[in-house]
């Protein structure tokens, strides 16, 4: 994995991984802070989430594919916002292609719209990581 820092954000690219969704572990790694995390496995259809927990307290989760059950405090709060980044519900129509690849898309631009910080090409090209292994459990 790698870490770097954001302004007062701490930037962590886990490839192959899905610890910062899980809430096992991202709830109490949030203590004290606010913890934003997606995930998203192209080859799999169904399989990204993204994550939104504020000092051990879940506010918001959801399936990439599935934000119609969402679970969390907040979960009805970004509602509006959600469907204007373009995330699809089942019931509804919509004019976006459902590819694989954009749900990742659109978990980015709901984390920037969290953070006020755009995660672009430019920035994961140009900025330094601390990279290294961490046992989960």
């Not at 995390?37 to 259809?45: G, I, P, Q, T, V």
Request: net charge negative.
């Amino acid at each position: 994995m790698g870490m770097t820092t954001l302004g007062p954000w701490a930037l962590m690219i886990e490839p192959n991984g899905w610890h910062g969704v899980n809430e096992n572990k991202a709830l109490p790694t949030s203590a004290g802070t606010r913890w934003i995390s997606h995930y998203d496995n192209a080859n799999a259809n169904d399989d990204g989430s993204l994550l939104w927990a504020e000092d051990t307290e879940l506010q918001l989760h959801f399936e990439l594919r599935h934000a119609d059950y969402r679970s969390g405090t907040r979960a009805g709060d970004l509602l509006a916002v959600i469907r204007r980044l373009g995330f699809t519900f089942p019931d509804e129509p919509t004019e976006v292609e459902d590819e694989l690849a954009v749900p990742a898309a659109f978990a980015f631009a709901l984390a920037e719209h969290l953070t006020g910080i755009p995660v672009t090409p430019v920035l994961l090209q140009d900025t330094t990581f601390i990279c290294g292994t961490a046992d989960f459990r």
